[in-house]
């Protein structure tokens, strides 16, 4: 028991670590991916091809689904029935679609407006909400164009399952846990074939600005993208579920000084996936993303990172900063002291081991809702040499944390309390 339990950190600890801050692929459809017939129009065109570009990413079930922000976002395990919930036990390591929120996305990115919003594939097939041509199964695959939306499932238990049409009876969609986004033909799917929307709208170019720029970032909490770099400005789109979502930062510069949960920041980045802002708050890591040009560089948004010193926010997966630390909580595993540092002054933890020898673990677990459920392994480390090793620091403003450390792989396993 005690090493499947860590087998299950080591995959978790994928999720804690976050997103490095990598190149805006994917940035051209995959090779045989496209519109396969002519008819269709502009915005179905370029639904097509922002599914295209997503061709051999993971399958994440939940994947796409947050309330109000349309976009790659984390997966969560499929609990609906046992074998489910093995079969998608990876999928919170992915920051993808399943397969409506594929279909989501790439409308969105067609046409600005979020059509289909973070609905189920039942809600959307019962009242898709947005103007539309629909098209039933006894209507047959001709009548069908690129971009088109194909619902699938059992006949008389109601659709299950997604795809876009690419024509000549082919079709991109985001299959099933354990699959990657594909190409396949209708005809393995045609038995349960239900029916199809063309939706009604117009492309929109603005929403492809910078194509092919930018490094993405993570998401965390609730933010309000605006319009301007202040909280004054008009929101855009709010994240109302708080499920991470994988956004594309283009710069970041000095706004507003906003505070949240006892964290001060100045500096906001730059979204062109939706022409607004986010405070970096809101975006995992630093309080000056590593990597990411000051907006400065563009002349057309402008702006600068001057003023941006003295920002208070504890920025996740930093070096901790000892100054003024003291051990909030500790306990003991085979001898080893495990610990949960905390700084008063900047509102961050991480977690200490001490005493032990190399193999050791250390990590922490962070929790929004006084213990009951949590984001776990965070700052995953091990004693490299030496007898000693932490974590990095995480904000603990408004929250609770623990440290959990054990004595090697498939050692015992001990945490401290919450604090």
């Not at 804690?16 to 990598?22: M, N, T, Y």
């Not at 005493?355 to 673990?361: M, N, R």
Request: hydrophobic content about 35%; glycine content about 14%.
């Amino acid at each position: 028991m005690r090493r499947v339990r860590l087998l299950v950190a080591a995959l978790v600890t994928v999720v804690s670590l976050g997103l490095p801050a990598v190149s805006a692929a994917p940035a051209a459809a995959a090779a045989g991916c496209a519109p396969l017939q002519s008819g269709a129009s502009a915005a179905a065109e370029a639904a097509v091809e922002v599914a295209c570009r997503y061709v051999g990413e993971p399958y994440a079930w939940g994947g796409g689904h947050a309330q109000g922000v349309p976009g790659p976002s984390q997966g969560t395990v499929d609990r609906s029935t046992p074998l489910n919930a093995i079969q998608s036990a990876a999928d919170p390591t992915y920051w993808s679609f399943d397969c409506i929120g594929l279909v989501r996305w790439a409308w969105y990115k067609a046409t600005g407006r979020d059509l289909i919003t973070e609905r189920t594939t039942q809600a959307t097939f019962a009242a898709p909400g947005y103007a539309h041509t629909k098209f039933m199964k006894s209507q047959g695959s001709g009548v069908l164009l690129p971009g088109d939306i194909m619902y699938f499932g059992r006949e008389g238990f109601g659709p299950t399952h997604v795809a876009l049409y690419l024509g000549n009876g082919m079709m991109v969609e985001a299959p099933e846990s354990g699959m990657k986004i594909q190409v396949n033909s209708i005809s393995a799917r045609w038995e349960r074939y239900q029916g199809a929307f063309r939706p009604h709208a117009d492309a929109t170019p603005g929403v492809w600005s910078w194509d092919g720029h930018g490094s993405y970032q993570k998401t965390w909490g609730q933010p309000n993208l605006r319009q301007d770099s202040n909280t004054g400005s008009r929101i855009n789109f709010t994240n109302g579920n708080g499920i991470s979502v994988k956004v594309r930062v283009l710069c970041q510069r000095v706004g507003e000084r906003a505070t949240v949960d006892g964290m001060v920041n100045n500096v906001w980045s730059y979204l062109p996936d939706y022409d607004s802002w986010i405070s970096n708050l809101f975006v995992q890591g630093p309080a000056i993303l590593g990597g990411v040009p000051s907006c400065g560089n563009y002349p057309q948004i402008g702006g600068t990172l001057a003023g941006a010193e003295n920002n208070t926010s504890c920025g996740d997966g930093t070096q901790p900063d000892s100054a003024g630390a003291w051990t909030a909580k500790s306990t003991t595993v085979f001898g080893r002291t495990v610990e949960l540092r905390y700084n008063s002054t900047t509102q961050c933890a991480w977690g200490r081991i001490i005493g032990g020898t190399v193999g050791d673990e250390i990590w922490v677990d962070r929790s929004a809702d006084g213990g009951a459920t949590w984001a776990p392994m965070l700052g995953f480390t091990t004693i490299t040499s030496g007898n000693d090793a932490y974590t990095t620091q995480w904000n603990d403003a408004g929250l609770v944390m623990r440290a959990c450390g054990t004595n090697g792989p498939g050692g015992g396993i001990e945490c401290t309390g919450w604090f």
